[in-house]
Every structure is written in C-alpha cells, then in structure tokens.
C-alpha cells in the first residue's frame, strides 16, 4: 500500500519476473566494478559492493533529475564520496573548495554506474512498490525502506567491532527473492546470489559467506542478521493490534495462515486471494487506520529500552529562502541552491563519517544507506552510539562544520537524539516530537561573534550586507561572495551548460545526447557569454538583442509537513520521502520526453529542453524551483503536476511568473514564492489538489510586496474575475481548447517566432478584449459583457468554449478565471 495516498498497488508478476536478469547482471556488474576500484583486494571490494548495492535502494538520492556526465547535482557527491573513500585513507573536511575538487576528480564509478540508470530505474520502482509483507497491516512500507533497515540495523549492533561488510551484503539481498518468488523468497535470494557468485571475481569468499547467512536468516539463531532482520521487521508489524483488530475484518478466517502462530506464506497468499483486489485493498487500508490510531493513543507511553545502539543526527540549514536570495545573479543563486542540500546532507554525513573513521581507530565507517534522507536543506542521518555521547556528536559536527563554512557565512543547526535500543526502534513520531521540542535552539544566540570590520568599510556589492574585501570582474566582493562566485564558475549553471544529458525513452536503448552548449542555438556561443547572459539563454534567446521573456516556475508539495508527521514509523517516512523525491524527479524526466516525443524540428526541440535543463534551480523532494522559457512554461507544468499525485502520492500549489531576463532575480524569486503560496486550493480533501497561478509582469517590478498588492486589487471584493487557485485539470481543458495543450504546436510556434507571435495574437484577442473591458467597468457589468458575447458567438466557435470556462467560476463563489486565462496567454506570447 502506498502512502500518503493509501493507494494498494498490485504489480503485474510478468513485469516483474522479467526484471530478474537485469537484477542478476547489475549485481555482477557492481560486484565486478568493486573488484577493478579495489585493486582485488577482498575486504576493500566487500566494503565497495555494499555501499554499491545500497545505491539500488536508495536510487533517489544519487541520480539526477536527468542523468549527465558531470556531478551537477550533490548527491551525485554523495555517491562519489561513498566509493572514494574506501581507496582514500582519510579526506579533510575542514576546507568545502578543497572537498569539491576532490571528489570531482573522482568520477570513474560515477560514470560506470550512469550506464545502469535505465535499468536501476525499472528495478528501484519495482522495490518501492513490493511491499517488505504482503498481509494487510504490515504491507505500508516497501521491500527497500525493509532492507535498508536490515543494514543499518546490522551496523549499530557490530558495536566496537572491525567493519564486517559481508554482514551489510547478507542484509541488503536477504529479502531480494520476495521481488519474484514471495513465498519462496529464501531459495529465491539464494539462486540470485549463486548466479551472482559465478562471476564475482575477488568477492567469491565473502559471497559465499553471504549466502550461508541469506540460507539461515529465518532459522531461529541468534545472528547479527537474524536479529537485524527480526527487530527491523517488529519495527514495521504491529502483531498485537493487528490480531486485536482481524475479527472486525472480512478476512478474519485467514488469521491461522497470515497472523497465527504456525502462519504459513503460501496458504496466507492462498487465502487472501479468495476475497479479491477490491477486499484487500479496503482491509489494508481499513487495518492501517487502525494502527495509526492506536499508536497516536499511546503515544504519550513512557517506554524505558536501556542503553541506546544508535543515534538520529537531524541536520538543517536555517535561512534557506534569505541565502539563496542574497545572490542577486542566476550563476551564483543556482550554486547556492546546490549548497543547501550540499552542506546539510553530504558535507555533514563526509564530516561525521571521517570523524567517527578515526575516533574508531580506522575500523569503521558509516554506511552509505545511514543517510536516510537529506532533501530541502535538512537531512536525517543514523550514527553508531560508540561515536560517543549525543553532546560528542552535535560537537564534532558543529566544530568540523563551523571551519569548512565559516566563509560562506554558514552555521547548521544540528540535534541529536536516540533512534534504536537492542530490543527497539522508536517510531517516527517519537523522535519527530522529542526534535519539535528542541527546536527553539535554532534561534539561541551561540555567543560566537562575528567582527566584519573595525572601522569604515564598503560594503559589498553584491549582497549588501557584509563588508568588500577584494575586486572581481569590476565589482566590490565580501568574503562569502568572492567564494560563491568563484565556485560557481564552472559548477551549477555552468556544469550544466557544459553537461552531455542521456535522456531515454522506455523500450529504446537510447536516445542520441543533449548537450546545451551546443545545442542551444545563441550567438555568439563562448563560455563568458552564456556566463552573462544566463537568464537571457533560458527564456530563449537566439541573440542579445532579442525580446523573449523567462518564466519562474515555483512548486511545493500540498501539507507534506501534515504528512510526514502522520508517519509511524522511520520505514513509513523513508518510503514517503524517497517515492516523493523519486517521483518528482520522474515528473521532470517524463515532461522532457513529452517534448523529444512531440512533433516538430529536432533541433528546435533539443534547444528548448537544453535550457530547460539549465533552468533547474532546485528539484528535490517536495521543493521545486525551474527557470523557463516563457513560452513553454505553463503547458509543461500543467503536464508535469498532472502525474503528481500518481507518481508522489502528494499534490502541489504552483505559482508561476513571466519576467523580463533582466529582472533582479531575487525580486523575481520572491514574488514566485508568493504567488505559489496563493495558489493553494483551499480544500477539506484529504490529498488537495494540484493548482497553478499565473502572473506576467512587463513594466512593473516582481517582488513578494507587490504580488500581495497587486492581487489585493484584483480581489478586493468575494465577486473577482481572478481566481489564482486554478485546478490543473482547469488549466489543461484550456489549454486544449487554445490548441496549446500539444508540444508539438509549441514547437512549432516556438521555431518559428514570427508565425508564433501571430497565431498567439489571434488566440488572445478576444481575451484581451474582455480584460481591457474589465479593467474599467465594475465586475457585474463585465460579467454581463461575457455573457453578451457568449450569447451572440456560434456554438462550437472559440469564443463559445472560451467564455464557457470562465463562466464555470469556483464552487459556487462569485469568482472566475478571466484575468488566469488572460495571464496564461500572455505568458506564451512574451516567450514567442
């Protein structure tokens, strides 16, 4: 069942069956891959394979929203790091431009893993929607959040001991036969691992290991697996409330078989299948409620468990929105949005590892499926509790992380608490309220001062705030700005520029490469003028003297903050945040294809999805920012929120403003973000809806003040002619009716700007006609003029089906789309 939706998925078994060579060959392919990094040396190869094979479940935080040849994204670094550092004998943290490079250096695993992408993708999808059980009541977390559990599980309890990484390997495939042989799954893993041994080169000794301890995982021993997979599957079944609520159940007879004390997997599977799709999935939701609120009831229990195994490390970056806005350049905001997650996720996990690398005397390192999550300028990171106390912890990383960012003028706020006991896992909801109840520390003044200046200074030019201390390409730089922009210099806007993207469709081996610099059609082509001219290059520009306008494009996911509290367990939350995150990034994926997909010149399609692909500001988790060409902006992301709720299980407010490339964009960057808060369906439904607002600003400033004031004006009154809030579902029957729904038209327009601007002109007149009217006669009277010219056009005619959408108006309020409609046109027509 997958959550927040509670939607049960049944996966088609052909499917599935079918991914089973692919599963075997990358597993061979990764386990050939340790061997060559490793030189052969066994132990080095065995601590590359798992932290290789933990990147297969946790496929979101590693690859790109569309996969290139340079690290462009940082959990690209991430994964970087977590082979690197097994051939490196220790990497200093205390300088990030040293760091960077580093790890840019060492791409080789990078790039042999890029050519699995396709198939990781089919494989990771498959094991977010294979439950780790399939009985009701316990199938709300998926196979990959259950083995990545296993691991960490397998970790914390090797206290004080040498990395035994073949323990990490047996945990990571233990279950892998539930993907194809549910209840034959230990033969099933054990015929995978016998394929995979065939060709395992310097690994086969460990391997063999591993499948000796796959063979026994269910035998009632007391192995560090065993007790790994045991305490990791309690976390997850909730055995007692579930026997307490079965007799209330239509499928209260297969209890012996599925809850029972001698249950038996073939004859539950045999059972539950006689009551049907519709029954099992009514009955796993129906138990999941249950649980969720016999949890909620006793929350308020005081569980004493001993000595803690491990700890949570929560990391987060205060200020996000007011440092990424304090870069008023595109090349610069783009690298600093890089650096939140960068900074919270893998510098702070690198810090944490190095350290408790040596405070471990060399023995042990953190594994790489202990970052369970690090999206949106926070991350949750799973440290063993021989690091020390939670204090040594929280100091380390402040320490190593006050030297490296001090430059940037950073500090993360970090809480520690405990996550696992020998005989317990707490639920999400107990450590996400023990942190809520910290989280006044955030604003604490730590004492630490900062002395910019002893006397009088010029300020930056750049920020504004902090003092000029050297001059670079003609302006007064800070500290912090200098490096910025020297980092920037060939990382976020400019590593995509120079980026070969692989763009692949399904049942195609691949598609020929997009590369933006050169398939951008702009003169002149050199790297100081794409530098320059950024944001001109994004809204489509084909020379410096042309007229096209930009599109901000801001999303956020609807209550995800609801969601993710109204999480049970950390298995839950891992499964929510990585189907979320995964999600997206698929959204993206699958729009661009729509494009290379769509009628038109090759050409004209491969430039338009390059500079969409260097406008991608931020895209992870439930937090989206995209630059665009105007032109494209509002079809696409009505294309891309449509598959929101099918391919997240969450739904998104999105606001979405035209402006002139030579706006200051952190203005622009504000107004956006305002414009997406507005453009929330306020709704009792569980999920919400996905809804899109529009804005165009020609010759008036974009900024957060005057968004508010500008849509105060257009609704001073209940009775509006601007809904802001529009329905995507609205938004495309427009569309459709404009005949602009389909790429290829836009393409079209868009290849040919002359014959573009004509047809948009055509197609906006008669809104144009009632906005101008509008904009002088009070809103009774333009109603009335709508309905005049509904009442004398033809059926079927343009105006007929246009004034028929507005007409419809908004759950029975006196508020309809016109001035929306109108700002959606304008929006194509500035970008042609």
């Not at 080095?44 to 990147?55: E, K, M, P, Q, Y």
């Not at 299980?649 to 490339?661: D, L, M, N």
């Not at 005619?797 to 409609?821: A, E, M, Q």
């Amino acid at each position: 069942m997958l959550l927040p939706d509670e939607r049960v998925e049944f996966v088609d078994e052909s499917e599935v069956q079918s991914l089973r060579k692919d599963v075997v060959d990358t597993l061979k392919a990764f386990s050939a891959l340790a061997c060559e990094l490793a030189n052969n040396n066994e132990t080095i190869a065995t601590d590359i394979f798992a932290d290789l094979i933990s990147i297969i479940y946790k496929l979101p935080m590693v690859i790109s929203y569309v996969p290139g040849n340079r690290l462009s994204t940082p959990h690209e670094y991430f994964f970087t790091y977590i082979v690197y550092r097994h051939m490196a004998d220790s990497i200093p943290v205390n300088d990030i431009v040293s760091l960077l490079k580093k790890l840019e250096e060492q791409r080789k695993a990078m790039e042999e893993v890029l050519g699995y992408v396709k198939t990781l993708r089919r494989i990771y999808e498959k094991l977010l929607h294979v439950p780790a059980d399939t009985r009701p009541g316990y199938n709300f977390t998926s196979l990959a959040s259950h083995l990545q559990l296993s691991s960490i599980l397998v970790w914390l309890l090797q206290k004080g001991s040498v990395d035994l990484n073949y323990l990490r390997i047996a945990a990571l495939l233990h279950d892998l036969g539930k993907l194809f042989n549910p209840t034959q799954h230990v033969s099933e893993s054990i015929k995978i691992l016998d394929e995979v041994i065939e060709g395992a080169e310097c690994l086969k000794p460990n391997l063999t290991r591993v499948k000796s301890l796959v063979e026994q995982h269910h035998a009632p021993l007391e192995t560090i697996l065993n007790d790994a997979d045991r305490l990791a599957a309690a976390t997850d079944r909730f055995s007692e409330i579930v026997k307490g609520a079965i007799n209330n159940t239509k499928i209260r007879e297969c209890y012996n078989w599925c809850y029972g004390k001698d249950a038996k997997a073939k004859e539950c599977m045999e059972c539950l299948e006689k009551y049907g799709k519709e029954t099992y999935s009514e009955e796993s939701k129906g138990l999941y409620r249950v649980i969720y609120n016999e949890i909620n009831k006793a929350f308020n229990t005081q569980k004493t468990e001993g000595n803690p195994i491990g700890y949570l490390v929560y990391v987060d970056f205060p200020g996000i929105q007011r440092f990424i806005t304090s870069f008023p350049k595109l090349r610069e905001m783009s690298f600093a949005s890089f650096l939140v997650d960068f900074v919270t996720s893998v510098y702070s996990f690198i810090a944490l590892d190095q350290a408790y690398y040596e405070k471990t005397s060399k023995k042990s390192r953190i594994p790489a499926e202990a970052l369970l999550s690090g999206y949106g300028g926070h991350s949750y990171i799973i440290v063993r509790s021989d690091f020390g106390s939670k204090d040594d912890v929280k100091t380390t990383l402040g320490s190593a992380s006050s030297s490296a960012l001090s430059k940037l003028d950073l500090r993360l706020d970090v809480k520690v608490v405990d996550f696992a006991y020998e005989k317990y896992i707490r639920n999400y909801r107990e450590i996400y309220d023990e942190m809520k109840s910290k989280s006044y520390e955030r604003y604490l003044i730590s004492g630490d001062g900062k002395i910019y200046s002893y006397g009088l200074h010029r300020v930056c030019d750049n920020c504004g705030v902090r003092p000029a201390v050297d001059v670079v390409e003609d302006e007064y730089l800070c500290e912090t700005c200098k490096l910025v922009r020297e980092l920037s210099r060939d990382r976020g806007f400019m590593a995509k520029l120079k980026s070969m993207y692989y763009l692949v469709e399904e049942g195609k081996e691949s598609n020929s490469p997009i590369s933006p610099q050169e398939h951008i059609k702009f003169d002149p082509k050199d790297n100081e003028t794409f530098s320059k001219y950024a944001m001109e290059i994004i809204a489509g520009y084909r020379n410096i003297s042309d007229t096209k306008y930009v599109a901000f494009i801001k999303a956020d996911g609807n209550n995800a903050g609801k969601i993710f509290g109204n999480t049970i367990t950390f298995s839950e939350y891992v499964d929510k945040s990585f189907r979320l995150d995964y999600g997206v990034k698929k959204m993206f994926y699958d729009t661009l294809l729509d494009i290379l997909r769509a009628s038109g010149d090759e050409s004209v399609k491969k430039d338009l999805v390059s500079r969409i692909l260097l406008g991608v500001l931020y895209l992870g988790g439930d937090d989206i920012t995209i630059l665009q060409p105007s032109a494209i902006a509002v079809p696409f992301a009505t294309k891309m929120f449509k598959r929101s709720l099918e391919y997240t299980g969450f739904t998104f407010k999105v606001g979405i403003i035209s402006v002139k490339p030579d706006h200051p964009v952190q203005f622009a960057y504000g107004a956006v973000n305002t414009l997406m808060e507005e453009s929330k369906i306020q709704t009792t439904a569980p999920g919400g809806k996905s809804s899109i607002g529009v804005l165009v600003f020609s010759s008036t400033l974009a900024s957060e003040g005057v968004v508010k004031s500008d849509l105060e004006n257009y609704r001073k009154k209940e009775e509006s002619l601007l809904v802001v809030s529009n329905d995507v579902d609205d938004i495309e029957k427009f569309l459709k009716i404009m005949e602009l729904d389909d790429f290829g038209k836009l393409i079209e327009l868009y290849g040919n700007p002359e014959e573009g601007r004509k047809v948009i002109r055509d197609k906006i007149r008669p809104l144009e006609n009632f906005v101008n009217y509008a904009d002088t006669h009070e809103f009774y009277n333009t109603l009335a003029y709508i309905l005049r010219a509904k009442a004398r056009s033809d059926e079927g005619s343009l105006i007929r089906n246009i004034t028929d959408l507005i007409l419809k108006g908004r759950d029975n309020n006196f508020v309809f789309p016109l001035y929306d409609y109108y700002f959606i046109l304008k929006t194509i027509r500035v970008g042609i």
